[in-house]
């Protein structure tokens, strides 16, 4: 009997262990880490530049209220940039590029996410097919630009919401 509850034990530890490993992604071209919400995120892709790489991260579908199935995603964007640049101008080149209307702005103050040169937007963005609603955060961390991508339809985001608020958190530096 105390065989098979030290089997029992060793086998929840090691199941904890598999599953704490692959919720925890090393981004290791910005030196950072984050962690995904569940085990249904997966990487789906990774792609490779001259001076850019792109996470591209997403979770298993949802289906919304029209029975459509969608599948938000979490993308990491790393980039080299001037040694100069400071958060400010990073974000603002950012903005420029890839407008989104923006309803709140947050940083480490307001406890949403634990990296002090950062700042995150909520907002929104229409596609082809619907309304988005996204988190974006613009961080600089040894010469490199940093954005975290949170995308979900706006139909579905109040069932997304607390897990991309778990990797948000997870982001610190």
């Not at 298993?60 to 640049?85: F, Q, R, T, W, Y």
Request: charged share 25%; glycine share 4%; proline share 2%.
């Amino acid at each position: 009997m105390k065989a098979l509850l030290f089997i029992l034990f060793l086998t929840n530890i090691w199941t904890f262990g598999i599953a704490q490993d692959t919720l925890t992604q090393k981004i290791k071209e910005a030196e950072i880490s984050i962690k995904l919400p569940n085990n249904q995120w997966l990487l789906d892709e990774k792609i490779e530049k001259t001076g850019l790489v792109v996470y591209i991260f997403n979770r298993i579908a949802i289906i919304d209220s029209l029975g459509k199935n969608i599948s938000p995603s979490i993308s990491i964007v790393i980039e080299s940039i001037d040694k100069n640049m400071d958060l400010v101008n990073f974000s603002i080149l950012k903005r420029t590029k890839r407008p989104f209307e923006v309803e709140k702005v947050f940083n480490y103050e307001t406890g949403l996410m634990n990296f002090k040169n950062a700042i995150c937007y909520q907002g929104n963005y229409f596609d082809d097919e619907s309304k988005h609603t996204i988190y974006v955060v613009h961080a600089i961390k040894n010469g490199k630009g940093i954005q975290i991508i949170f995308d979900a339809t706006t139909s579905i985001f109040s069932k997304i919401n607390d897990e991309f608020l778990v990797t948000l958190k997870s982001f610190s530096d």
